[in-house]
């Protein structure tokens, strides 16, 4: 859900971008083209979908990764057996 968020933020920034240069030269907080604002913006955007996705992998992936690695270790112990 973070990565298509992060993504949909992305292309609405380009789309404003080629559509609507009028509103992103415009005049935003602290004198700044909304445009630049929203660029910058991107950054903490990119930075929470990747904590999003780490957090989820630790949570999700990894154990069950280590359920597969330990499950080949026992096939293989099985398989060196005979």
């Known amino acids: ?3 298509l968020t992060a993504l949909g933020y992305f292309v609405l920034f380009l789309v404003l971008s080629a559509y609507a ?7 935003g907080i602290g004198g700044l083209p909304v445009g630049l604002l929203l660029g ?3 950054l903490p ?3 929470l979908a990747i ?3 780490e957090h ?3 949570r999700r992936v990894d154990p069950l990764a280590e359920r597969i ?4 270790r026992l ?3 099985r398989g060196t057996a005979r």
């Open 21 to 27: 240069p009028g509103f992103m030269t415009g005049e």
């Open 40 to 42: 910058l913006a991107q």
């Open 56 to 58: 989820t992998a630790r």
């Open 69 to 72: 690695r330990h499950q080949a």
């Open 45 to 47: 955007v990119t930075c």
């Open 1 to 3: 859900m973070a990565t």
């Open 51 to 53: 904590w999003l996705y």
């Open 75 to 77: 096939d293989a112990k």
